[in-house]
């Protein structure tokens, strides 16, 4: 008989309760119970978004951007012809799909034209949160003879923040070529950067009327040291090192010119 009771009192107790939780949750002037519309008051409503109109517009997931970047515009001194240098690359287009634009090239400051410029156009895709793959089409116009490429590039940040860019060509001759650029930003300040740069090229055939040779063609390291007045626009210094390898070195060395130079150069990285 106790065991009955005491069910029925708890039985009791419980229903008492789910009467009072279900009594507040319709009594929406209950402490922390909001009303419908205060939380999308009445009014006009956005025919975009179906939200008020009052409210502000949501972010646009696929607006359009742009970027470009002047990575290296220098001045060298060396030993013999000081000459100049260029890099640039730029982008227009939203998260995923962007239309990539790149030059570079250089030359003597005196004594005729670029000894090289090439020019590039690719369609890029992210495929990861800090990596694009890009297809497009370069062209050189020096030296030698002007000629196209079809270009396929990895570009990105890997770990530990460097900074990497691997490309693959194939020329309109069939003639294929790798160059591999990396480069580090280590900050001793939040103005003073040094960057150590590398750039490694490689070569699948001999291409005698480019003076180029088979394999490992050349490679270029480079340490600068700049100081960012603003964060778009930053003077440096540094030095450049250029060596040849293999069947270019020897190419070169036939036509009277130098496989290897040291460079001590001024220039000025900017951005927008």
Sequence with gaps: ????????????????????????QADSSL???AKLDTVIPKGPVNPTTGAPAQWSAP???????????????EYGMQNGTDNYLWEGTGWIGGDFNKLWLKTEGSGPIHGGPPESAQFQA?????????????VGLRYDTNPGPSR???VFDLQGLAPYWFEVENQLYVSQDGDVSFDGEYQYEWLLTQRLILAPRVEVKLAAQNERRYGIGSGLTSTQM???????????????????????????????RAAGKSSSSTAFVIGLRAWY
């Design 31 to 33: 402490p922390g119970k």
């Design 148 to 150: 196209g490429f079809a």
């Design 222 to 252: 480079g340490l600068r040291l700049r100081y960012a007045i603003r964060r778009e626009f930053a003077p440096y210094i540094g030095v450049r090192w250029d060596q040849k390898y293999g069947n270019t070195r020897d190419m070169a």
């Design 59 to 73: 972010v646009d997931d696929n607006a359009i951007h742009h970027f470009f970047l002047l990575d290296r515009a």
């Design 1 to 24: 008989m106790l065991k009955h009771t005491t069910f029925l009192s708890l039985a009791a107790v419980w229903l008492a309760a789910t009467s009072v939780f279900t009594a507040a």
């Design 122 to 134: 690719k369609y890029g895709r992210s495929i990861s949160p800090f990596f694009s793959a890009q």
